[in-house]
């Protein structure tokens, strides 16, 4: 792999703490994004036919509608909406946005699996060494770091 370059490489790795609530925003996105499944679910057989299709329907819509958009922001500025509130971006190791292929395809998709086998905890752990990247991180050749001159909550949107 090549050297970074000295603009790269000056850059401040992202800090766990902004690391872990972007995910959090991220996922309750997400989880927000699934509420008329929630809402569905919650209703069971009460709901009518035409209910229960409309709620499927406008579930799936919501639900691609925010993933689309999040996988946009990805692969165009390194920045999902968590990322972008905490002051954080995905790059390259010369400091580009990692674009669709590894921003979201390899970095994303392809890891989905870990969450329902457990191996997201493995994952999870390697973001504690001194170079703070996960598994997909080294994988895919990606790195979180901190946005210069942003912080947490005073992002221009």
């Known amino acids: ?7 790269a490489a000056a ?6 703490n ?3 609530r972007a995910a959090i925003i991220d996922q309750t996105l997400w ?4 509420s008329p499944f929630w809402m569905l679910a919650a209703k069971g057989t009460e709901a009518g036919e ?3 299709l409309a709620m499927f329907a406008l579930g799936w ?3 691609l509608s925010v993933s689309l958009w999040q996988w946009w922001c990805i692969a165009r500025t390194g920045q999902s909406f968590g990322k972008r509130a905490e002051g954080l971006r995905i790059v390259l190791a010369d400091g580009r946005p990692p674009g669709f292929l590894r921003g ?4 994303s998709w392809l890891f989905a699996p870990t969450l329902v086998s ?3 905890a493995l994952d999870a752990v390697t973001m504690f060494l001194p170079d703070r990247r996960c598994v997909h991180d080294r994988l895919v050749g990606t790195r979180v770091v901190a946005v210069p001159g942003t912080a947490p909550g005073n992002v221009v949107w």
């Open 104 to 107: 979201v395809v390899l970095r």
């Open 11 to 16: 850059v401040r790795l992202a800090p766990l």
């Open 1 to 7: 792999m090549d050297a970074p370059s000295p603009a």
């Open 50 to 52: 035409g209910t229960a």
């Open 31 to 34: 989880t927000a994004s699934l």
């Open 118 to 120: 457990g191996l997201w």
């Open 61 to 63: 819509l919501s639900w």
């Open 18 to 20: 902004r690391r872990f």
